[in-house]
Nanobody
């Protein structure tokens, strides 16, 4: 089992910046992709940004040019630098990781979510 712990949310004024962090720990594992998802009140959870083990990044159109995702594969950590924040960026941000857990000679796929961290952007 792989556990994800997020940190770095908070309250910020429009135009401000926040940095979210996510750390993975647990059994022997390999992470293929990590990402950040956002869930606004009354809405579904949507992808904000994702980074693969090869360093390929993908961003939602609404955050391109403002958010930057980064990953330290050796430490199994990930960060999301959020600049020029807008009120519509408000929501609970969840860290996600997908990969394989190794058991002896075998491996099983896993997908894990963090507990979420609240980001509130005031106008």
């Amino acid at each position: 089992q792989v556990q994800l712990v997020e940190s770095g949310g908070g309250l910020v004024q429009a135009g401000g910046s926040l940095r979210l962090s996510c750390a993975a720990s647990g059994s022997v594992f390999k992470i293929n992709a990590m990402g950040w998802y956002r869930q606004a009140p009354g809405k579904q959870r949507d992808l904000v940004a994702q980074v693969t083990s090869g360093g390929i990044t993908n961003y939602a159109a609404s955050v391109k040019g403002r958010f930057t995702i980064s990953r330290d594969s050796a430490k199994n950590t990930m960060a999301l630098q959020m600049n020029s924040l807008k009120p519509e960026d408000t929501g609970v941000y969840y860290c996600n990781a997908e990969g394989q857990i190794y058991y002896g000679l075998g491996a099983s796929p896993f997908g894990s979510w963090g507990q979420g961290t609240q980001v509130t952007v005031s106008s």
